[in-house]
């Protein structure tokens, strides 16, 4: 069985930092794309970033670049998103997910994540 399990949200005020991962089990994604998402309460889920299989290419959302990293360590299965300067727009539920063929296929169930003012 495929999981994709996120880990590293909370409650941390403006201008804090957080690191989020995603830990994959059930195969290996060293092949895949893999990317970071997250919804707000009455927005839509939006791509905040991804990276290429091997690391060498990511992309960020325009709201979030400067601020945010995205990185993976193919050897432990397993993703990363580094947040910092973080400001109370980026409150949202964060999804790690996993592309197969140009569409993201494997979802995480999520990790909320709270910035105070």
């Known amino acids: 069985q495929v999981q994709l399990v996120e880990s590293g949200g909370g409650l941390v005020q403006a201008g804090g930092s957080l690191r989020l991962s995603c830990a994959a089990s059930?195969?290996?994604?060293?092949?895949?794309?893999m990317g970071w998402f997250r919804q707000a309460p009455g927005k839509e889920r939006e791509r905040v970033a991804h990276i290429s299989s091997l690391g060498s290419r990511t992309d960020y959302a325009d709201s979030v670049k400067g601020r945010f990293a995205i990185s993976r360590d193919n050897a432990k299965n397993t993703v990363y998103l580094q947040m910092n300067s973080l400001k109370p727009g980026d409150t949202a539920v964060y999804y790690c997910a996993a592309a197969l063929d140009g569409k993201w296929v494997y979802w995480g169930q999520g990790t909320q994540v709270t910035v105070s003012s």
């Open positions: 059930g195969r290996t994604f060293s092949r895949n794309p």
